[in-house]
């Protein structure tokens, strides 16, 4: 079932001197339980996308749906990661998770205590009273997650979140964020400059072309419902890096 549809979305950023087209005609769909991964060029308008999605900015032409509704606001149902965790370090781990439903005038006994059985769910449960100066990299990634995911969002928007640590913990990182979303079954749409990280992480991976931004192409990764790890180490995955690598490169 189609979760989100974006409709020929374009995108015109306009001053009393000039206008810049950074979207054209863009259309693709994600289906429930899908994770897509998004790359192209710099600056061709990938984190842009997610901010349309998020309701954060609005389209000069098209529309975007979610769930069949159009967006023309914000959602609660939006979850967004941002490339850095965004923790607050005078804040410890449980409420820091706990940030989102307490800023909707939504905590509860019950939202916290959703909470408290994610982090312990997922390894965090011990360090629930630390603070973010505590935790390793990799920790405040997989906090920054679970935070997200305390909202109970239909969607999750992830901008570039890993491209903050250093390689050996992406790696890590990448299969915990991977077992997380696959166990909670949430979709899932990354925004990534990182071939690597799109192949290991998503179902599906779309290249947008050089600014104004449009699909050039939807690959899809067939390399069965492997781990990052599995992926990464498959026969077909340099074959598919390569694939990828000459859209984006063209």
């Known amino acids: 079932m189609k979760l989100l549809e974006l409709n020929n979305v374009g995108l015109i950023y ?88 307490e800023i909707q005038k939504k905590k509860s006994p019950e939202s916290v205590s959703y909470a408290e059985n994610l982090l312990d769910k997922y390894g965090l449960g011990e360090f629930k009273k ?17 935070r997200t995911l305390a909202l109970k969002p239909r969607i999750l ?20 964020i991977s077992k997380i979303i696959a166990n909670e079954k949430k979709t899932a749409l990354l925004v990534t400059h990182d071939i690597s990280e799109a192949i290991a992480l998503s179902n599906r991976v779309i290249v947008l072309s050089k600014r104004p931004g449009t699909v050039k192409s939807v690959i899809e990764v067939n390399l069965g419902h492997s781990s990052p790890k599995e992926k990464r180490d498959s026969s077909g995955y340099p074959v598919l890096f390569e694939k990828i690598w000459k859209e984006v490169s063209a």
């Not at 928007?157 to 640590?165: C, V, Y």
Request: glycine share 10%; hydrophobic share 40%; aromatic share 6%.
């Open 14 to 101: 306009q001053t009393d001197e000039s206008e810049t087209t950074a979207l054209k005609n863009v259309t693709f769909t994600v289906d429930d339980g899908e994770f897509v991964a998004i790359v192209g060029p710099s600056g061709c308008g990938k984190t842009t996308i997610l901010s349309l999605v998020a309701g954060l900015i609005s389209p000069t032409s098209g529309e975007i749906r979610l769930g069949g509704e159009k967006i023309v606001h914000p959602r609660r149902d939006v979850g967004y990661m941002l490339q850095r965790d965004q923790l607050f370090e005078w804040r410890n781990i449980l409420a820091n998770v706990t940030l989102g439903p």
């Open 130 to 146: 630390h603070f973010p100066k505590q935790l390793s990299g990799g920790m405040r990634q997989r906090v920054a997650l679970i």
């Open 157 to 176: 928007l992830l901008d570039e979140p890993f491209s903050a640590l250093d390689f050996q913990t992406r790696l890590s990182v990448h299969e915990d």
